[in-house]
Nanobody, 118 residues
């Protein structure tokens, strides 16, 4: 079992920045990917950013030049630095942990609200 604790959401004006954090604990597979996804009402959850234990990152084009994902020194913590936020970034952001390569461990955090006002 893996537990994920998220923090850092909130309300910010357009053009501002926020930093999300997610700490994983429990029986953590060494080979893994951690990341962030977001969801708005009536829409599917979508990828925001992922990072593997070896540091490989993945972003969709919509956030690539504005968001940066990184790992903490302990490797079980992941950060999402969000700059130049837009109203379209408003969503509930979920942390995800997935073991590699099989994905047998696939856990989600409780979600944190990010609201960007225009």
């Amino acid at each position: 079992q893996v537990q994920l604790v998220e923090s850092g959401g909130g309300l910010v004006q357009a053009g501002g920045s926020l930093r999300l954090s997610c700490a994983a604990s429990g029986r953590i597979s060494v080979n893994n990917a951690m990341g962030w996804y977001r969801q708005t009402p009536g829409k599917q959850r979508e990828l925001v950013a992922t990072i593997t234990n070896s540091g490989r990152t993945n972003y969709p084009d919509s956030v690539k030049r504005r968001f940066t994902i990184s790992r903490g020194n302990a490797k079980n913590t992941v950060y999402l630095q969000m700059n130049s936020l837009e109203p379209g970034d408003t969503a509930v952001y979920y942390c995800n942990f997935r073991s590699l390569p099989t994905g047998l461990q696939d856990y989600w955090g409780q979600g944190t609200q990010v609201t960007v006002s225009s």
